[in-house]
């Protein structure tokens, strides 16, 4: 992971545990299940822009490296399996 990318990385993660966090609260208050469904959606959503990020950054640094290095087997190697994971 290369650190310009780390510090928006963290705060997002940090934003998620706190909804993680809160989800807990609205199961152990009895919450309507719409609304812990609809947080749950948002935590699901803030993952996959965590997700993105990584992957962004995945296939437009290491896998380039790992081109202009000859190791263009493991590149498309991984870029498929980022594919098969999104």
Known sequence: MH?????KLMRRLKIIEGQVRGLQEM???DTYCIDVITQT?????ALSGVEDILMENHLGTCAIEQ???GQEKKAIHEILKV???K
Do not use: N, T
């Open 27 to 29: 199961i152990e208050k």
């Open 41 to 45: 959606s948002a935590v699901k959503q």
């Open 3 to 7: 650190g310009v990318h780390k510090p």
């Open 83 to 85: 594919y098969r994971l």
């Open 67 to 69: 081109i202009k290095k």
